[in-house]
C-alpha cells in the first residue's frame, strides 16, 4: 500500500475536489490528478467518482479514507506525545461560543480552565452562527438551538427553558397575564428568533389567522434586550441563562404563567464539533472541562429554581 497515495486521497476527500486540495498541499491541480491516478492504477479500483462539481469517494475509496485518516491521527497523537514528553499540558484551542451564553456563564469556566493549563492558549470567538466550525477556523463550538446540524458531531449538553419576566413597576402598570393569549396583548421583548415562533405559535393551517401582536422591541442582542427589560419597556421572553441573575438579584420578576406556555420555545444547549477531524489533547481537556462544568450546573439549577419559587409565591 502506498502510504502517501493514501494520504493523497484524505487530502482531496477533505478538500473537496482536486483544486482545492491542491491549493491546500501547495502543489498544481494536475500534479494532484496524476498521483490519483497512479494510486487508483496500483490499487486496480476506482477510489473516486468525478462529477461535474465534486469528488464522491467509491464504497472502496470511504473504507481508505477511512484506515487513512486513522493514520494519521495516529501519527498526530504520536508526535504530540513526543513534543510534550517531560512537559505539561500545551497547546492551542480555537473555540466558538454563543455571544450571550458564552459571555454571562462560559466566560468564568474558560478563566478557570486557563488558571488551570496556563501553557494551553485560548482564541475564543463569540458569535452565533456555525460557519467557523465548518470552515475548520474553530476545533468546537458552543451552540444554542432547537436541533443540531446533521453533518456535524453534537454532544447534548443541557436544555434551554424560555422565561417571561418583567419589573415590578411594569407588572404594576399592566397587570400579571397568565395565558399566551393575554401575554401576546402586552408589549413585548424578545429576539428576531422567538418573536417569529410566538407569532405563529398554535397556527396548524395556512388560512389560520396569524394574531396581531404587540413587540416594543426586537433585536439579535440578548444584552440589548436584558437592558430594556431592566429598563421596564416591556414584558421580556428570554432564555432562563440570560435574566437568572437579574431574577436573583430583584430586578426582574417571573410571570406565573400557565405550566408549559413557553414549551414552544424551548432549546438546548450543544457542543458540536466535525467528524473525523483530529483533535489534540489540549481540545480533549477543554471539552471534558466544559461538559464537568455544563453538568454540575445542571445538578445546581433545581436548587435554585426552589429558592426562587419559594421567593416569588404569593
Known amino acids: 500500500m502506498d502510504v502517501q497515495g493514501l494520504g493523497l486521497l ?41 462529477t461535474t462539481r465534486e469528488l464522491v469517494p467509491t464504497e472502496i475509496g470511504l473504507k481508505l479514507y477511512q484506515h487513512g485518516l486513522a493514520m494519521r491521527h495516529e501519527v498526530q497523537a504520536a508526535d ?18 454563543p455571544s450571550g451564553y458564552g459571555q454571562l456563564r462560559m466566560s468564568a469556566w474558560l478563566t478557570e480552565f486557563m488558571q488551570l493549563h496556563p501553557d494551553i492558549a485560548l482564541h475564543v470567538i463569540f458569535n452565533n452562527d456555525i460557519e467557523e466550525l465548518v470552515k475548520g477556523s474553530v476545533d468546537f463550538a458552543v451552540r ?28 404594576e402598570r399592566h397587570g400579571r397575564p397568565k395565558t399566551l393569549e393575554e401575554l401576546r396583548q402586552l408589549p413585548l421583548i424578545a429576539s428576531s428568533q422567538t418573536s417569529e415562533r410566538l407569532r405563529t405559535a398554535g397556527i396548524s393551517g395556512p388560512n389560520q389567522r396569524v394574531p396581531q401582536i404587540r413587540f416594543r422591541l426586537v433585536s439579535a442582542n440578548f ?40 414549551d414552544f420555545l424551548a432549546t438546548c444547549k450543544f457542543l458540536l464539533h466535525v467528524p473525523d477531524r483530529y483533535q489534540t489533547q489540549a481540545v480533549q481537556t477543554l471539552i ?23 421567593t416569588i409565591a404569593p
Not at 289 to 309: C, I, N
Open 223 to 262: 444584552h440589548f434586550l436584558l437592558d430594556a427589560i431592566s429598563q421596564g419597556l416591556g414584558i421580556g421572553l428570554m432564555p432562563d441563562y440570560m435574566v437568572q441573575a437579574a431574577i436573583d438579584g430583584g430586578v426582574l420578576q417571573p410571570l406565573a404563567l400557565e405550566p408549559g406556555t413557553l
Open 144 to 171: 444554542v438551538m432547537a436541533e443540531p446540524p446533521p453533518q456535524l458531531v453534537a454532544h447534548r449538553l443541557g436544555p434551554v427553558g424560555y422565561v417571561a419576566c418583567a419589573t415590578a413597576g411594569f407588572v
Open 80 to 97: 504530540e506525545a513526543v513534543n510534550g514528553l517531560g512537559r505539561g499540558l500545551q497547546g492551542s484551542v480555537r473555540l466558538g461560543v
Open 10 to 50: 484524505v487530502d482531496i476527500i477533505e478538500a473537496g475536489n482536486l483544486s482545492r486540495a491542491a491549493v491546500a498541499l501547495g502543489t498544481s491541480r494536475a500534479n494532484v490528478s496524476q498521483r490519483l491516478n497512479r494510486f487508483e492504477r496500483q490499487l486496480g479500483v476506482q477510489l473516486l467518482r468525478r
Open 288 to 310: 471534558g472541562f466544559l461538559v464537568q462544568k455544563e453538568a454540575e450546573g445542571q445538578a445546581g439549577a433545581p436548587r435554585r429554581r426552589s429558592r426562587r419559587a419559594a
